[in-house]
């Protein structure tokens, strides 16, 4: 079994279904992914407290729910992931909203938020996975890139466990919901009199979308993690074709695509073996209206898909690499005058022109077309 984002939920909704306790939950979690990508994965993670965690997990739900009841009108309460900064990094901790509705099946619910006190856990645990999740090593490998929210689905289950009355309040039935700011929210369980109900593991899913970027002026542009690469038939440029692309004013592609994958995330993705990404062509034409001077698009048919596809061709080589600072391998930090002005670019003398470079209006615009399966790495600026 891959130890990829549905395996894993699967895993964690399975022990939520089963009311199995928090630390043998979240050892068959760690299990899973040692048995997968070995210690390299998990070494940080059997070190962590989970017990003393979770109690101040509780103690914090408690202090807030009496503090600050919610009223009976809400009928969800959703506990977000969001990524406030930690001594001048990227962290991650939870809070908790609600709202006036909740539908088991759908997701909508959650932005109608009239209840969202302002104050926060400052989970270590939530931090201490962060860290590890954001690694470029594991960056093609859902189970670990998801860490924060296997923890926070598995923590928040236990407290509905264990306080299904102090979480229902004076409701006579409230709905519970786990996920990232702006990402997919998967809908928990049901407090009702009779306690909390958790809802039945869901035979597929597919990898939440991250709608909010992080801290940075300029993010690596990549396939991502939802993404899903595929070879090019025999009718598609050659390596020594590609080499000279940025002088080819009309290029056609055929390219294979598993529909599967076309239906869950298919706006964005990386063409193999050249590198070259590929979105809906309604995309394109806003990324081109926007930035005509730095990319064109050139034609890409999508086999098993019956909608208009291009390929885009970046123009700028900039030279902002400082290297002195970076590291080929892992990270890669711009000059931040010189790139200034560029929103779309590859970086001159580094992975010879395989990374795309985007500013954060270019990523935003991206994120605002609805594009699903693109991932932004923020990058360094001096």
């Not at 299904?164 to 009199?193: M, P, T």
């Not at 009718?235 to 020594?240: C, D, G, H, T």
């Not at 400082?322 to 003398?349: M, P, Y």
Request: with cysteine; charged share 25%.
């Amino acid at each position: 079994m891959a130890a990829d984002y549905v395996n894993t939920l699967s895993l964690v909704r399975n022990a939520i279904s089963l009311g199995t306790p928090i630390i043998e939950a979240w050892e068959a979690v760690i299990g899973h992914i040692s048995s997968v990508f070995g210690t390299d994965a998990s070494f940080h993670l059997r070190a962590l407290n989970v017990a003393e965690d979770y109690r101040q997990l509780e103690l914090w739900l408690l202090d807030l729910l009496e503090a600050s009841p919610p009223a009976k009108a809400i009928r969800g309460l959703r506990f977000g992931l969001f990524h406030p900064e930690s001594e001048g990094r990227p962290s991650c901790d939870i809070y908790l909203s609600g709202s006036p509705s909740f539908d088991q099946d759908g997701d909508e619910w959650a932005d109608e938020s009239n209840y969202k006190p302002e104050t926060h856990p400052h989970s270590r645990i939530l931090d201490a996975l962060y860290l590890v999740s954001a690694e470029p090593r594991f960056e093609k490998q859902e189970a670990v890139v998801h860490l924060c929210l296997w923890f926070a689905l598995l923590s928040v289950a236990e407290l509905c466990r264990r306080n299904s009355a102090s979480i229902r309040g004076g409701a006579s039935r409230r709905g519970i919901g786990v996920g990232f700011d702006g990402g997919d929210l998967i809908n928990l369980g049901v407090h009702s009199k009779s306690g909390f109900t958790p809802l039945r593991p869901e035979k597929k899913k597919g990898p939440p979308r991250r709608r909010k970027l992080l801290p940075g002026e300029y993010f690596k542009l990549e396939g991502g993690r939802e993404s899903l690469m595929y070879q090019c038939t025999d009718r598609a440029l050659s390596r020594k074709l590609l080499k000279s692309f940025e002088r080819i004013e009309s290029v056609s592609l055929t390219a294979k695509i598993d529909p599967d994958w076309l239906n869950q995330c298919g706006k964005f993705g990386t063409l193999y073996p050249f590198y070259v990404h590929f979105m809906l062509a309604s995309v394109a034409q806003q990324i081109e209206a926007v930035f005509p001077d730095e990319v064109q698009f050139h034609e890409l048919n999508l086999v098993g898909s019956s909608e208009e596809w291009r390929v885009m061709q970046v123009l700028q080589n900039v030279e902002c690499f400082d290297r002195e600072t970076s590291d080929r391998k892992q990270h890669l930090t711009l000059f931040r005058n010189i790139a200034a002005g560029h929103n779309i670019f590859f970086v001159a003398g580094y992975s010879e022109g395989q990374y795309v470079l985007v500013s954060r209006s270019a990523a935003q615009l991206l994120i605002d077309q609805g594009v699903m399966g693109a991932a932004f790495v923020p990058v360094g600026t001096n």
